[in-house]
């Protein structure tokens, strides 16, 4: 459970933890069901945690066999909120074994707020695919 005060910042610092650790359970907790996926090539919609699970399993294997190890969140922009809602975009530094730097990726994020305090990601959309 997350506080009721929990700030954006803070929330992506969550998240960006949970795909370092490759925590599967953290990363489909963090999910908002149904969630939306948002790309040139089309939408997905995603259902279930086990969905968010598999997505990123495959990930993981993607992301480690180049060398990165790690992600951090970076320049977090607020493009609206409203009470329940955030929308906005931000940069996913991908870092190697290191710490260091090795590329980003800009995704673009609507986060909703539960009423217990919880944030969650009902849609996600990569700005580079």
């Not at 907790?29 to 495959?58: D, K, M, N, S």
């Not at 074994?97 to 609507?110: C, F």
């Not at 996600?124 to 695919?129: C, Y």
Request: hydrophobic share 35%.
């Amino acid at each position: 459970m997350t506080p009721d005060n929990e700030s954006v910042d803070s929330f992506f610092a969550r998240y960006t933890g949970y795909l370092t650790s490759g925590d599967l359970d953290g990363l489909a907790e963090i999910y908002h069901y149904p969630a939306l996926a948002v790309t040139a090539r089309g939408c997905a919609a995603i259902a279930e945690p086990q969905q968010t699970r598999e997505f990123f399993r495959q990930g993981q294997t993607y992301y480690r066999s180049r060398g990165i190890e790690g992600v951090r969140a970076r320049d977090i922009v607020t493009e609206a909120e409203v009470p329940g809602i955030w929308v906005g975009h931000l940069l996913l530094e991908n870092l190697d074994s290191e710490g260091s730097p090795v590329g980003t990726e800009r995704n673009a994020y609507q986060v909703v707020t539960l009423d217990d305090g919880t944030r969650r990601i009902a849609v996600t959309t990569p700005l580079d695919a």
